[in-house]
C-alpha cells in the first residue's frame, strides 16, 4: 500500500528561470508571512477533516528557502507525520547557510534537493540561473553539518552550448560531493517561457540521449543504481515523496496551484497566492478545478507510470517481441533497457492495460 504524502508549494522566487513555467512570483515577497500562516490553517482544517498522517512530506516552488527558516518549520509543525516521515525540502544554494540548515533539521527536516542543474558557469547562464557554482559544495556541507544525511542534487542536461564535456564536468563535480540521491532532467521546453520563444535555444534530442547515457554510466559507476528514468539513489535512499506519486498514492497539496489526488480524483488549488491567501481568510474552498479519471484511464496511467520505474510492468503489458532491445524480461515483469528508457514514451503507447 502506498504512502500519504503532503505537498506544501512555496511561490516565491527570487529571479524567474528562462526554462521555468511553474506557478511562482518574484514580486509578491510581502506576502510570505501571510502566505504560510494561510497554508498553516488550511493544514489545520484538512486535519480536523480527517485528513490522514503524513508519510512524506515535500516543500516545492519557487524556491522554499525564500522563506526565513522558521516559517518552513511553523509549517512542518502543522503536519501530522508517522516517526519515520520523510521531510524534503528543495533549496537554492545561494540560500543555504550552515543556520539556516540547523533551523531545519531541528524543526523536522530530514531530507534536501538542492537545485544545482549545472557546475558550468556558461551553462548556468544558459539557463538563466544566478547562483555560484561553489555554492553548492558550501550547500551540501551545511546541510551535512546540520545533521541532514539525505541530500538530493537536481541537474538539467540538454542545455543550449552545453558540450558534453560541460555535461561530464558538471557530472563528476556532483558526484564528488558524495550526495545520496540525485535527478538529471533533459531541458524541456515549456509553452509561455522565454526558453520557448527562442528555438534557437530548444535542446537536440540526440544530444539529450548521450548525456542520458553518460549520467547513468557515471552514476551507475559511482554505485548508484537508476530507480527511475530520471533518478538515480544509493539504496535506502530513494525519494519516498516521489514513489507516492508513481505508484498512484494519495496526497494532498497546500499552497496556491499545488495538486492533490484522492482515489482516482486529481484537484488542484487557485493558481495565485493573492487568491490562495484571500480563500483560505475567507472560509471558502481553495480548490480551483478537478477531474475524475475512469478504470481504465486510471489502469493505463499505472503501467505508464511503473514502466517508468525499476519495477517494470507485469508479462502481458506489452508485447516484447516487438520490442526487441527496448524491454527485458526479469521474472514475471517486463522493464525498460538503457535504449528503451530513451524512448519509453513510444514504448508505453504500446502498453495494454487489462
Known sequence: MSEFGVYVHIPFCRHRCDYCAFATWTDRDHLMVEYVDAVVLDIQRSVAAGMPVADTVFFGGGTPTRLAPELVTKIVAAIPMSPDAEVTVECNPDDVTPDLMKVYAAGGVNRVSIGVQAMVGHVLASLGRTHDPSNVEKAVHAAREAGITS????????????????????????????????????????????????????????????????????????????????????????????????????????????????????????????????????????????????????????????????????????????????????????????????????????????
Open 151 to 354: 541530500i538530493n542534487l537536481d541537474l538539467i542536461y540538454g542545455v543550449h552550448g552545453e558540450s558534453l564535456e560541460d555535461w561530464q564536468s558538471t557530472l563528476t563535480a556532483a558526484i564528488a560531493l558524495a550526495p545520496t540521491h540525485v535527478s538529471a532532467y533533459g531541458l524541456t521546453v515549456e509553452a509561455g517561457t522565454p526558453l520557448a520563444d527562442d528555438p534557437a535555444r530548444h535542446p537536440d534530442d540526440d544530444d539529450q540521449a548521450d548525456k542520458y547515457i553518460m549520467t547513468d554510466d557515471m552514476l551507475g559507476a559511482a554505485g548508484m543504481h537508476n530507480y527511475e528514468i530520471s533518478n538515480w539513489a544509493f539504496g535506502g535512499h530513494e525519494c519516498r515523496h516521489n514513489k507516492v506519486y508513481w505508484s498512484q498514492g494519495n496526497y494532498k497539496g497546500f499552497g496556491c496551484a499545488s495538486h492533490s489526488h484522492q482515489d482516482g480524483r486529481r484537484f488542484w488549488n487557485v493558481r495565485t497566492p493573492d487568491r490562495y491567501i484571500a480563500c483560505v481568510n475567507e472560509g471558502i474552498s481553495v480548490e480551483a478545478a478537478d477531474e475524475v479519471l475512469d478504470e481504465e484511464t486510471r489502469a493505463r496511467e499505472a503501467l505508464e507510470l511503473s514502466l517508468r520505474t525499476a519495477d517494470g510492468v507485469p508479462v502481458g503489458a506489452l508485447d516484447v517481441a516487438s520490442l526487441e532491445g527496448l524491454v527485458s524480461v526479469q521474472g514475471n515483469r517486463v522493464v525498460l533497457t538503457r535504449n528503451g528508457k530513451l524512448l519509453a514514451n513510444e514504448v508505453s503507447l504500446r502498453l495494454k492495460p487489462r
